[in-house]
């Protein structure tokens, strides 16, 4: 029998660091936490799928407990150097959602690139857990994770149609809803 133990050589060590940095702003923010959970405008079907997005990368981040590194140095050190710009771009991100005020658009730092740098980061960070343990029941969670995040969006994008207008319009017509083209 395979007894349980934590090693340094699993991939927790890049999922708890992402962890600490998307949840302690919530943590010490109540007001972000309403901000970001706030649900008005969306539809029954949009709340499943919103709730499905925002619960999903949870037993992802458990789940690479129990996922060692791969043996492959170059796989290892690529996922790690992903993983890492991930995690940078989530803490830019989430530098602006903390200093922009109530009921505004996200339109500086990361979000002059991209609509939804939050997500991107994320995707990001778990690409690069994906390849630093060459792990494929990871990777395919992954993809199924992606896609309710993308239904989430179309959600989030929908009600912000709705409260902000043309300059929401606007926004969309200059900037991809993820990077470069999408």
Known sequence: MTTFELGIGNA???SLPFFVLVTFPAMTRKDLVKRMSDMTGYTRGERFLTIA???APYPFMLTTIWVPFTSSR???YLGLLVSMLGMALAAASLKVIMS???NTLFTTGPYRFS???LYVSATVVFIG???ATADIVLAGYLVLAVLLQHFMILAE???CRLKHGEPFDRYVRLVPRYLVVF
Do not use: D
């Open 12 to 14: 927790w060590l890049l």
């Open 129 to 131: 857990i994906c390849l």
């Open 53 to 55: 997005a925002s619960i």
């Open 74 to 76: 170059p796989l290892l």
């Open 115 to 117: 609509r939804n740098p």
């Open 100 to 102: 922009a005020p109530p």
């Open 157 to 159: 994008e929908r009600v």
